[in-house]
Nanobody, 126 residues
């Protein structure tokens, strides 16, 4: 069993930066790949980026790859999503999702995962 808790959201300024955290409780977090997804009001949930179990490989949504960095720290059971140059369109609820496995992170870009967090709200204002 794994529990995921996102944090770091809030009201942000366009052009600024933020770092979201996904803290995991439970055993064997190092065996899990983690993906970030987001959902804007009235829109479907979309993939943002993912990282493999070791933290050594990442895969990003093509339109965001120049502005985001995902890192995984197995020592403290936390995955981070760093977002720079925030845009109004970045507003939404951000979710982390964990999937057990050692595949390439692109595999975890879909909607299925073993565990999901509850999400953290990000609002970007001009």
């Amino acid at each position: 069993q794994l529990q995921l808790v996102e944090s770091g959201g809030g009201l942000m300024q366009a052009g600024g930066s933020l770092r979201l955290s996904c803290a995991a409780s439970g055993r064997a977090f190092s065996s899990y790949a983690v993906a970030w997804h987001r959902q804007a009001p009235g829109k479907e949930r979309e993939f943002v980026g993912s990282i493999n179990w070791s933290g050594g490989r990442t895969y990003y949504k093509d339109s965001m790859k120049d502005r985001i960095t995902i890192s995984k720290h197995n020592g403290n059971n936390t995955v981070y999503l760093q977002m720079n140059n925030l845009e109004l369109a970045d507003s939404g609820v951000y979710y982390c999702a964990a999937s057990r496995g050692d595949a390439d992170p692109i595999v975890y870009s879909g909607p299925n995962a073993d565990y999901w967090g509850q999400g953290t709200q990000v609002t970007v204002a001009s």
